[in-house]
C-alpha cells in the first residue's frame, strides 16, 4: 500500500519560514517526478512545485518563485519544500504526489490518472500564515 504522509506545517507569521516533508512508503520515488501541490479554502488544489526524476530540475509557480525550494532525498524515500518569507496567501494545506512533468514545465498528479489506482492523496499538512 502505497503512503504520502506529509508534515511540517503550523502557524507562522508573515515573513516566517516553514519545512515540510512528505515521506513515501510503499512506492520507491526515486523514479518518479514529485511535486507538492496545496489547496486552500473554497479553491481548486493547485501546483506549487515540482522535481524531475531524471537530473533533479526543480519548477515553482510564479507566486512562490524565490521563496520555496523543492527538494528530494531517494535514499529516505523523502521529498522537502522550504518555504521561506511566508505570506498569507500560502495559506493552504499541502499534499505531496508523484507527478507527470512536460518538457514545458506543466505538471500534474498521477492520483487519478488510469493506471494509478495505486496512488491517492495523503492528509496533508496544514499551513497558516497570519499576524
Known amino acids: 500500500q502505497v503512503e504520502f504522509v506529509e508534515s511540517g506545517g503550523g502557524l507562522v507569521q508573515p515573513g516566517g519560514s516553514l519545512r515540510l516533508s512528505c515521506v513515501v512508503s510503499g512506492f520507491s520515488l526515486a523514479g518518479s517526478n514529485m511535486a507538492w501541490f496545496r489547496q486552500a479554502p473554497g479553491k481548486e488544489r493547485e501546483g506549487v512545485s515540482c522535481i524531475s526524476n531524471r537530473d533533479g530540475i526543480t519548477y515553482y509557480r510564479d507566486s512562490v518563485k524565490g521563496r520555496f525550494t523543492i527538494s528530494r532525498d531517494n535514499a529516505k524515500n523523502t521529498v522537502y519544500l522550504q518555504m521561506n518569507s511566508l505570506k498569507p496567501e500560502d495559506t493552504a494545506v499541502y499534499y505531496c504526489?508523484?507527478?507527470?512533468?512536460?518538457?514545458?514545465?506543466?505538471?500534474?498528479?498521477?492520483?487519478?490518472?488510469?493506471?494509478?489506482?495505486?496512488?491517492?492523496w495523503g492528509q496533508g499538512t496544514q499551513v497558516t500564515v497570519s499576524s
Open positions: 504526489a508523484p507527478s507527470r512533468l512536460r518538457e514545458n514545465g506543466d505538471y500534474w498528479p498521477l492520483i487519478g490518472e488510469p493506471g494509478s489506482s495505486r496512488f491517492s
